[in-house]
C-alpha cells in the first residue's frame, strides 16, 4: 500500500500564479478530504468528496480556489491567483466509507509558499 | 457544536520522564470516535489511535497509554518513558459530519 500520494512535496511560487496541488488517494478509499494546515487557524477541512462528488465546500475560503476529483485516484486543488497568505501545508487524506469513523490516513502534504 | 480542546500548547520534559497529553472534547453525538494523531518535525501527520465513545477501556500500546473517560469528556495520552523520537506535536481529533475536527494541538519536546 503506498499510502496517499500528494505532490508537489514543496512549491514556491509567485503572487498572481496558478497553483496546482495533486493528491492520489489510498486504492479502495471512497472518500477525500483536502485541509490546510496554518500556525493561525490550524488545520481546517477545505473541501470533501466521497465517490468522486464534492459534499461539502464551504471551507474553501473563497472563489480563488477550485478541487475536482474527475476519478477514484486522483483530485487537484488548484488556486488561482495564489496570493501571500495562502502559504500553508495542504494536506489531502482519504478514507474508506462515508463516515470518518476509522479516521483518515493523510498524505505527506504539500507545503506552499507564495512570494 | 463539536470541539476539542488541547490546553496544553507545548512541553518540555527531560527524557525518560512520562508525559500525560490533555484532550477535553465536546459533542451532542451519541456514538462518536476519538483519534490521536502525531505530526513529527517532518511533517507528516501520523494516525496513531481510534477510540469508540462505547468502549472506555485503557488502551496501552507500548510507551503508549490512553485514557478515555466519557464522564469528563476527556481522552488523554500518556508517554511512559519518553524518548527524544516522541519530539512531535500531537493532535487530539473527533469524528464529526463529515470531516474529523482537530484540536489546536500540543508541541511536544523531549530533552535529551
Known amino acids: 500500500d503506498a499510502g496517499v500520494i500528494q505532490s508537489p512535496r514543496h512549491e514556491v511560487t509567485e503572487m498572481g500564479q496558478e497553483v496546482t496541488l495533486r493528491c492520489k488517494p489510498i486504492?479502495?478509499?471512497?472518500?477525500l478530504f483536502w485541509y490546510r494546515q496554518t500556525m493561525m487557524r490550524g488545520l481546517e477541512l477545505l473541501i470533501y468528496?466521497?465517490?468522486?462528488?464534492?459534499?461539502?465546500d464551504s471551507g474553501m475560503p473563497e472563489d480563488r480556489f477550485s478541487a475536482k476529483m474527475p476519478n477514484a485516484s486522483f483530485s487537484t486543488l488548484k488556486i488561482q491567483p495564489s496570493e501571500p497568505r495562502d502559504s500553508a501545508v495542504y494536506f489531502c487524506?482519504?478514507?474508506?466509507?462515508?463516515?470518518?469513523?476509522?479516521?483518515?490516513?493523510f498524505g505527506s502534504g504539500t507545503r506552499l509558499t507564495v512570494v | 457544536a463539536q470541539k476539542v480542546t488541547q490546553a496544553q500548547t507545548e512541553i518540555s520534559v527531560v527524557e525518560k520522564e512520562d508525559v500525560t497529553l490533555d484532550c477535553v472534547y465536546e459533542?451532542?453525538?451519541?456514538?462518536?470516535?476519538l483519534f490521536w494523531y502525531k505530526q513529527p518535525p517532518s511533517g507528516e501527520l501520523v494516525f496513531l489511535i481510534r477510540r469508540n465513545s462505547f468502549d472506555e477501556q485503557n488502551e496501552i500500546s507500548g510507551r503508549y497509554s490512553w485514557n478515555f473517560q466519557k464522564s469528563t469528556s476527556s481522552f488523554n495520552f500518556t508517554i511512559t518513558a519518553s524518548q527524544v523520537v516522541d519530539s512531535a506535536v500531537y493532535f487530539c481529533a473527533l469524528s464529526g459530519a463529515p470531516e474529523v475536527i482537530f484540536g489546536p494541538g500540543t508541541s511536544l519536546s523531549v530533552i535529551p
Open positions: 468528496f466521497n465517490n468522486n462528488v464534492p459534499i461539502d
Open positions: 486504492s479502495g478509499h471512497n472518500s
Open positions: 459533542t451532542r453525538d451519541t456514538t462518536y470516535y
Open positions: 487524506a482519504s478514507s474508506f466509507g462515508h463516515e470518518t469513523n476509522y479516521g483518515y490516513t
